[in-house]
Every structure is written in C-alpha cells, then in structure tokens.
C-alpha cells in the first residue's frame, strides 16, 4: 500500500474534471428489461416487467417491501436468471455476458462492501487489484475530490467513517474502474440530509458525465428529488412511470398517491 499523499486545496482545484453533456447520446439504452418474468419455487416474484434505462439517465424503481427491487437487481447482476424475457445491459443478454456486464457495472449496497480496518486508499487499491487495474496515487487522489471525500480521511481505517463517506469511496472506486453503469440499492437510507444532498449532487454529476444510474428504493421524496424517471413497483409489476419534466422534478405528491395506492 502506497504512503499518504499530501496534496494543496490549489491542487484539489485544478484537478477536479469539468463536466461536459455535449458527447451524451442520451437515446442510447443501456438498461433493457423487456418481458422479464422470474418465479421461485412456483412463487411468482416479477410479472412482465418492461423498463428501459438510457444512457444518462437516473431512473428510480420504487415499491415498496417485497415489491421486487432486490431481485429485479439481482436479476441484472446476473444472480437470478429469468424464468422468461430478457434483461440486457449494455447491449448483452446478462445470462450471457457476465463476466462483460459485471465490468460496466458499479453496484452499491445498502450497506458498502469495504474493509473497515483498511484505509479508503487501500481499499480502492486493493479492489483495483482484484480487477488488475493500476491507478497512480494522483488518480486516486482526483477521484476522492470528485467524490467530494475530506482530504483528512483518505488515509483514515474505514471503520471511523460515516456512511455517506462510505458511499463516497465506494462511487470513487466505481470512478475509478470506469464503470458507466451504477445499480444503487436504497443509496439514501440512513443518511442524514446534508450527506443526501451531496450524495444526489454527485449521482447528478455523474449521471451528466454520462453515467447510467438506476437506484432502487422505497422513499417516494428522494426519488422525485434526483431521479429523471420513476417507475413504480407494486407486487412484482411496473404499475406506473413518471418522468421529470424539462429541467424540472417529478411531482413528489403525485408520485405519492400513486405509491399510496399501488406501492405495497
Ligand atoms: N429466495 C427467495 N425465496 C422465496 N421468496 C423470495 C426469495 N427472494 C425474494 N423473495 C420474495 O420475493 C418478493 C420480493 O422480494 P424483494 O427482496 O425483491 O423485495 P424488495 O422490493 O427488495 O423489498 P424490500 O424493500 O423489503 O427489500 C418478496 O415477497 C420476497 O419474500
């Protein structure tokens, strides 16, 4: 494991990437559910769901307990086959494309996967290594900034951190594996407001940069906050689809009747 790295708050600055929306085919889909189905033991679990995700874009599944957003999730990370239809992501069958699909994609539980006695520099260097990918210190260094990770912490044991700065290094890592895609699991609970607003801020960012972002979750108010499109999950099936108007949010209120009604 390499050494801290000092750097200056005028280094931070110039190193911190301009965002830019010019090069963003946002009518590419990166996300395909169509027809998907998927029973266990004769219990019907998901029922024809249809969903798209297009490059860019911040979709939100959102149903309640035991709607079937874990599974649809499991299903796209190709822990669940389907027992019909088809789920492709980056243009490849997930059955088929494991392997190439787990490479595109940067999943983060609910609670992040990393190694509380290591440093968050560790951790990303050593799931860098798993994947055989070689960042220098500076790389490193460029993401946390992005992420907006306090200098002071890089180089800290995990297990001091916040939640919200777990999610920070987990985001960092996906940065730096260059993975387009992100399946985030309830990516806002627990998080106190600040730590959603910068974590909303940075999916925004990264979704600007051409990311492709599909979290799912049960809270109706954060969905409408960051999503560009809300699909609503009530027993296994895709009840309804909102969409954020032209730079606006969707209609929390609305989206909550709906939810109230259909949700559960
Ligand atoms: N391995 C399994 N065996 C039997 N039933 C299962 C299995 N996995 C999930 N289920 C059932 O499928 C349904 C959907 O579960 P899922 O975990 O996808 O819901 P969820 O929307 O993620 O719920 P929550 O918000 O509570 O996490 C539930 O009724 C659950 O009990």
Aim: hydrophobic share 40%; proline share 3%.
């Amino acid at each position: 494991m390499t050494a801290v790295n000092k750097i200056t708050s005028i280094e931070l600055q110039t190193v911190k990437p301009q965002v830019s929306t010019t090069q963003i085919d946002k009518a590419q889909s990166i996300i395909e559910v169509s027809s998907l189905n998927f029973s266990i033991k004769n219990k019907v679990i998901l029922k024809d769901l249809n969903f798209t995700v297009n490059k860019g874009e911040i979709y939100a599944l959102l149903g309640g307990n035991g709607a079937g957003k874990s599974t649809t999730l499991k299903t796209l990370l190709g822990f669940n086959k389907p027992t019909d239809g088809s789920v492709k992501v980056a243009g490849k069958e997930v059955t088929q494309a494991l392997d190439f699909v787990r490479g595109k994609t940067a999943y983060l539980p609910e609670s992040a996967t990393l190694y509380p006695h290591l440093t968050a520099r560790e951790n990303v260097e050593y799931f860098l290594s798993l994947a055989d990918i070689k960042k220098t210190d500076e790389q490193i260094n460029a993401a946390f900034i992005r992420v907006d990770l306090q200098q002071d912490a890089w180089d800290r044991h995990m297990q001091t951190y916040s939640k919200g700065m777990r999610q920070k290094t987990a985001i960092a890592l996906a940065i730096l594996r260059e993975a387009p895609i992100f399946l985030l699991d309830e990516p806002t609970s627990g998080l106190d407001p600040v730590a959603i607003d910068e974590f909303n801020q940075l999916v925004r960012e990264l979704a600007l940069t051409g990311a492709t972002i599909l979290m799912v979750t049960h809270d109706v108010y954060g969905a409408c906050q960051v999503a560009n499109r809300i699909g609503l999950l009530s027993a296994g099936e895709l009840v309804g689809e909102f969409d954020a108007p032209q730079n606006g949010r969707i209609d929390t209120e609305q989206v909550h009747a709906a939810f109230a009604q259909r949700g559960a």
